[in-house]
């Protein structure tokens, strides 16, 4: 979906100061509501999970309601992620840049970004988020609805019962491992990443430090089509 | 039910001590059901029926004497017919009076995540207190014997509750009152056991049926229910009660150990993600290496 990344008419880009549209309206509506309804699965599920986390349920309405309505919101999610899938697919693929990037990637945790190769628009970590999302998702609904129809599960199969919760949990917490990291980045640690999401500008400068080759391309991009070709 | 007249000894899903953990009672409740003697006319059936106020509803005729394939959510006591081929090539009608068991490791109440939906007393009966059940199934996948059943319209779940009523009253549960054979019980759980051993005893001596005994599952640590088989090698013949029921071990490890690593793990990533901030501190653009530009 590079085409969308148009330059913000607000200021020109390349000037100090310059915007630059990371994020579509389109995108970011779709990201807030992948994240509602997961954070909605996340407090209700873990309210299921612990004893020690049951008071969870009460903050949405409470045990019955919390688990009348996980299942739908995990729905709900695995269509938003559908969606997310059909919108950031291409941009998610993993490339040669993204290798070379993978391998210094120490450089990344250690805040040492001038050592690191470039990157386009998502860098290797955000990549491996988005897909370990998918696939957790892809489980977590599979396994969900065994959880939801245990009923219809026949007793001479109630394997698949037990291999339902199984799958279920570990998903479960490989999305929640991801969540942490993905949260913690986007908020704390890479300053501009939240408020590209809200807003979905970035400046020219952030752009440039944190994914070069998407910087280059969408002003390439813009300098072309502002010409004229 | 009457969670008010009987100490309880554990309490499902629940951040802390039940009050009557550390309760001894001397005597356990115990249903003796005889299959030997049971003539499979279902008058425990409608008792059950008439005792817990649910009426009779539209039922699967399964070319047997059965009233339904399996219990239901009100339906919570059901003889099971069996045509079962003895060694001689004779046939025999074994029954059995199939209902919850009442274990004293109850799968169920491993696995529910309601705080308080199931509560084992401490004279061993399993109750299920829907009131705090929120109907996500769990007991399902937890309970050995196939038990615990859904209702739609109320999203909770049911299952006999060895008339904990009429027991906390001193009544005897309304099974018990009406079997017209007596193959029926009720006791304390040493008497029901002696007077069980007993009958297989006399069942092998004077009766010649060789391999009758007691079923009293030590996988579950014994039930709050107990038989008399004619045939104790092979219980799966009386409608499929399992031979050594015990709480899947899936569900051992996921109500155990998958618990805390998974917190453990989760704690682990908060700490980590805490450490790593404080370590490294956050990606901010060096503004004095893009002079000029506004980050
Ligand atoms: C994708 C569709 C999903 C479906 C159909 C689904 C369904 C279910 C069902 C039926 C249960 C049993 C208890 C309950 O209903 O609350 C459950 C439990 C749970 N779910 Fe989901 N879920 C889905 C997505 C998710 C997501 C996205 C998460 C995110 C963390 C999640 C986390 C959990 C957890 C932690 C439990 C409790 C497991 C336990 O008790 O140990 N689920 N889910
Ligand atoms: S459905 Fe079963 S496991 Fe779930 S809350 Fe109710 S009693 Fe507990």
Redesign the interface.
Known sequence: MSTTHVISSRRPVGE??GRIVRYTLSERVHHWLGALFYIYCLITGL??????M?WL?AIVGG??T???WHPWFGLAFTVSMVWMYKMWDRDMRITEPDRRWSKAMEYY???E?EKLPPVGRFNYGQKLFFWLMLYGVILLVISGLG??F??SIP?SL?WL??IA??VH?IAA?AT??GF??HV?MST?????GFAAMVRGEV????AK??HRLWYEQVTKDTRDSAQGR | MSQSTLAIRRIS???GAAPGENVERDELVCKLIDTTTCIGCKACEVACLEWNGYTFTETVFDNSYQTMPETTWNYWNLIKFNEHEREDGSITLLMRKDQCMHCADPGCLAAC???GAIVQYTNGIVDFQQQ???????C??GCPF?IP??NPTT?KMFKCTLCVDRVSEGLEPACIKSCPTGCLHFGTKDDMKDLAETRAKQLRENYGIEKAGVYDPAGVNGTGVIYVLHDITNPEAYG?LPKNPHV?W??RI?KGP??WI??L??LG??LG?TL??LR??????DAEK?E????
């Open positions: 100090s100061g309210a299921f999970w612990s004893p020690y049951y349920a045990g019955p919390a688990r009348f945790v250690k805040n970004d959880l939801w245990v009923e007793w109630r019962r037990y919760v199984t949990v917490l929640i491992g942490i990291i913690y704390a640690m890479v300053r501009g400046s020219a400068i952030w430090t944190h | 899903a629940h951040a995540p309601a705080d705090n059940c929120i109907g996500c199934g769990y399902v996948s196939d059943k859904f999203k499929g899947p899936v569900v996921w998958a618990k998974g917190n793990a989760m990533g908060l993600v790593h901030y490294y501190g956050p990606k901010e653009i893009h000029g530009e506004k980050p």
